[in-house]
């Protein structure tokens, strides 16, 4: 099965586009727009709204995802 996460991940990757994931890290939430690099086994890279470098993402650790702001996801 394809999870709503998991095609948000995929949507980002193929498209070269941010999408806004919230995350749960340490018992915290949080929303952060992101660009996918690379989807894995059991988690993905990606490159956080304004950084420069790739960090490692844990499946578990997202939420949900959604479009970024100003992205209305049209499919042109």
Known sequence: GCTV???FLRYSLERECKICVVLMQQGQMKKVNLRVTS???D???AVLAGKKKEVRIAEDDVLTAAYARGDQ????
Do not use: A, K, P, S
Not at 73 to 76: I, N
């Open 43 to 45: 988690g993905f890279t």
């Open 39 to 41: 989807i894995g086994e």
């Open 5 to 7: 996460t998991e095609r």
């Open 73 to 76: 996801g049209e499919l042109e």
